[in-house]
C-alpha cells in the first residue's frame, strides 16, 4: 500500500506539489491524473525516493522512501519515460542483465523471463537486439524488466504511449495479472480509455495538489457528468493539457 499525506515540493520559486494526499491500495490499479505539469512525474519520483519532499509524509507499504529508500527500491518497480535499453543486448540478454543487478540468481532470472515473456507476448523479439524496436516494442522491453523481480509496488508513467492495439492488449493483461496478484499499481496517464477499461481507483490532481479521489463512477457522479473525460475536466477546472 502507498499512503501519501500533504506532500509539497518546490523547484526554486515553481510549486510543483502543493498537497498531494491519496492512498492507493493493493489489489487495485490506481490511475493519477492531471493536466500537464500537475506534479504526477514529480510525484513519481517522490515515491520511489529519487528525490527529497519538502513537506509532508509518503510511506510504501510502511517504510518511508525519504529515509529508507533502498528497501523500498527493493519492492518496487518504476516505468518512466526514459526506457534506458542497450539497443545491442537482446532482449533475453537485457532482462538477465537487470535480474542480476536485483540480485536473482540464474535460475530464477530464467524462469522470471519465460514469465513477463508469456504475460507481454515478448515471443517475436526476446532473442532480437534492442536496436530498430518500435515505441511498442521499447515499452514492453522496459515494463518487462520492470515486473522481472516481482515488486510488490508499481509505479508507471504513461505506460500506454504508443501501443498498438496488440500491445494495448499486452498492457492490460499484465495490468490484470498484477491486480490478481495483489500489487498495488499506481498508473499516471491520459488516456481516459485505459482509465476506465484498467483502473479501479483515480486521483485527480491540480495545481500540485490532489482535487479528487475515488472510482471513475463516483467521480462521474460526484460531478454530475456521466463522461470520465468532461468530468476530469470539471474537477481540474482547466481544459489545458488534456489529451485522449
Avoid: W
Wanted: proline fraction near 2%; include cysteine; charge should be neutral.
Amino acid at each position: 500500500m502507498i499512503e501519501v499525506h500533504d506532500v509539497k515540493k518546490q523547484f526554486g520559486a515553481v510549486q510543483a506539489l502543493a498537497g498531494a494526499s491519496f492512498t492507493a491500495r493493493d489489489g487495485q490499479v490506481t490511475a493519477l491524473l492531471g493536466p500537464n505539469g500537475a506534479g504526477k512525474t514529480t510525484l513519481l519520483r517522490l515515491l520511489v525516493g529519487l528525490m527529497k519532499r519538502d513537506h509532508g509524509s509518503i510511506l510504501i507499504d510502511g517504510v518511508d522512501p525519504g529515509i529508507d529508500p533502498m528497501t523500498v527500491r527493493r519492492n518496487i518497480g518504476f516505468l518512466t519515460d526514459q526506457f534506458g535499453l542497450y539497443e545491442r543486448l537482446s532482449t533475453r540478454e537485457y532482462l538477465d542483465y537487470f535480474g542480476q543487478l536485483n540480485g536473482m540468481d540464474k535460475r530464477a532470472i530464467a524462469q522470471r523471463i519465460e514469465e513477463v515473456t508469456e504475460l507481454l507476448s515478448l515471443q517475436d523479439i526476446l532473442e532480437r537486439r534492442g536496436k530498430g524496436f518500435s515505441q511498442g516494442q521499447r515499452i514492453k522491453v522496459a515494463l518487462a524488466r520492470t515486473l522481472l523481480h516481482r515488486p510488490r509496488n508499481l509505479l508507471l508513467d504513461e505506460p500506454s504511449r504508443g501501443l498498438d492495439v496488440m500491445s494495448t492488449r499486452a498492457l492490460r493483461k499484465a495490468l490484470a495479472a498484477l491486480r490478481a496478484d495483489g500489487c498495488c499499481v499506481i498508473m499516471a496517464t491520459h488516456v481516459m480509455q485505459e482509465v476506465t477499461h484498467s483502473c479501479d481507483d483515480v486521483i485527480v490532481i491540480a495545481k500540485g495538489a490532489t482535487v479528487a479521489q475515488g472510482t471513475p463512477e463516483s467521480l462521474c457522479e460526484r460531478t454530475g457528468i456521466a463522461n470520465l473525460e468532461d468530468a476530469f475536466v470539471k474537477l481540474v477546472g482547466t481544459e489545458e493539457g488534456i489529451s485522449v
